[in-house]
């Protein structure tokens, strides 16, 4: 007669539990210190100041969150920290490659990337380039259903040398259909930071690749600064959209994008 040893078995089921939560940003290629040009919480961000937020967007750590990563990460399975693109590095980036790091933005060069900050409000994870960036995401790994993020300009370039702290589009594509093409987002506009551009869409079943594409808004790639907050694909096994432990006011005033 055979005897089952259960410790043995739910000790097995916790480990694979515990391979199911994707989201782990302690897990990422992440920015040692403060980065080349330092955040700072303030208790109202001013446009005249790069990298002051007065928002923050932290890392949703449900079951079944995967993050877009760069380097951390794994395809076509992601791994705790996320996904990282399947298509070559040089690509990824216009200017100041290679990408080195998750969740930062690109910097000045190689060497001085910086966290991701957009119109005030600061993300725990994302992704960040400079125009015009590709990126392949393999969407074979999982079961994919939604895909959610926030686009906009880093506010590393707010105005300055840059004028409007530069602009960009954003175009998301799934199996070469184009799902999303946002107008041309600045830095500021009419003397303020330009909130982050709610981006998100639902993902059918059986896709193969997820493309985004950070463009240069139209006039030239100078000061193009590309950054995708909080970009994130959601399984199945995720029941809702909206992230439970996100801290933030200014929710209702995000643009969605459909």
Known sequence: MKIVNFSILYTFLIIGLAFNIYAAKS????????????IKKVASE????????????EEDTRDGVVYLALIGGNQPKPNECGLIPKNPAGEWTGWGGPLNFDNVTIGEGATTRNHIVIGGTYFERGIG????????????????VRFVGYAGMSDEKDPGGCGHGGSSHFIFSVDGDEVVKTDTLTGSADGENVEPLKVEFDIPANAKELTIVMGDGGDGLGCDHSSLGDAKLLTSSVTAVDPVNKVSTTWGSLKASY
């Open 129 to 144: 380039a400079h125009s015009v960036g590709t990126f392949v995401y393999d969407l074979t790994g999982a079961d994919y």
């Open 46 to 57: 001013d446009l005249a100041v790069e990298n002051d937020y007065d928002e923050v967007v």
């Open 27 to 38: 897990d990422c290629t992440n920015l040692d210190g403060d980065g080349a040009k330092p």
